[in-house]
């Protein structure tokens, strides 16, 4: 059994977080969000909440349409398209984004990872 929080690099992170409790997914380092297979919220993390300042409920809401379209672009849809072709999401891309807090040019560092449902774990990190 694993007593340290997992980091976002953790090998075994999806199955991690999926015996996590939302409490303690929350509370680790970087932003946690996850989709159920058509693209929609079912859990967005405190962190991840104060980290990006997104205010609007968005449980229940369409991740790439409505919180962040800005991931429609083809080098990163693509590859996430690609990666579930092959069977399994485990895709790293660092990208630049603004935020709805009014933060500009937000270094990201993104984990995409299947989740066991056929949904997905979106994890995000600040780069300092």
């Known amino acids: ?17 999926a015996s996590m409790p939302p409490d303690a997914i929350d509370a680790l380092a970087f932003g946690a969000i996850r989709l159920d297979a058509a693209g929609t919220v079912t859990f967005y993390s405190a962190r991840e909440r104060a980290n990006s300042g997104f205010r609007k409920e968005v449980v229940g809401r369409n991740f790439f349409a409505d919180i962040a379209p800005c991931i429609q672009r083809p080098e990163v849809s693509g590859r996430i398209e690609r990666a579930r ?5 485990d895709v790293v891309f660092d990208f630049v984004s603004d935020l709805p807090s009014g933060e500009r ?11 066991g449902d056929g949904g997905t774990w979106i994890l995000l990190q600040r780069e300092d």
């Open 1 to 17: 059994m694993h007593t340290e929080d997992p980091e976002i690099d953790t090998p075994d992170l999806a199955q991690r977080l």
């Open 85 to 89: 072709a092959a069977g399994t999401l």
């Open 105 to 115: 040019d937000v270094a990201l560092r993104a984990r995409l990872l299947s989740a």
